[in-house]
């Protein structure tokens, strides 16, 4: 995080760590947040108020919670955050499905990266996707033969 000379985080890097909090707590108390980031109970309003304005958080009296819009459920980092373990529950069980030969298609969605994260020394084996993450993930595993789908 970026801080001043006095060591105190600046308001760009306060509001990205803020939301990183929230988004990963679910919600949290104004007077919480004010406590957490060292500032003033005026300054984290402010904050919020930015942040409400771009679509990630949804204030209330008091308080805040995460508001995944359309366009903030896209950022991978925020939904790598989301509902971890949902996701790795739904990963080891659908490896077991998985056999050597087969060929598997991922969306792009963290989910599906989760179950890519299981499919190594499952082989041979094809994957189709068109989700960068995955892609990255997989473009360095010797025995998987990566169709990467194209698009706009």
Do not use: C, W
């Not at 971890?84 to 598997?104: C, T």
């Not at 969306?107 to 041979?124: F, Q, V």
């Not at 084996?125 to 595993?141: D, G, M, P, S």
């Amino acid at each position: 995080m970026t801080q001043d000379p006095t060591g105190r985080r600046g308001p760009e890097a306060r509001r990205q760590a803020l939301a990183d909090h929230v988004l990963s707590a679910g919600s949290a108390s104004a007077t919480d947040l004010a406590e957490r980031f060292d500032v003033s109970l005026m300054t984290i309003h402010r904050d919020l108020d930015e942040l409400e304005r771009q679509g990630i958080v949804r204030k209330y009296r008091g308080g805040v919670t995460a508001q995944p819009s359309g366009v903030f459920e896209s950022n991978v980092a925020y939904r790598m955050k989301s509902m971890q373990s949902a996701k790795d529950a739904i990963a080891a069980r659908a490896v077991e499905l998985v056999e050597p030969g087969m060929a598997v298609m991922l969306d792009d969605s963290t989910t599906a990266l989760a179950l890519a994260r299981r499919l190594a020394g499952i082989t041979p084996l094809t994957v189709i996707t068109n989700f960068l993450e995955a892609i990255n993930l997989l473009a360095r595993e010797r025995d998987i033969r990566l169709m990467a789908l194209g698009g706009d």
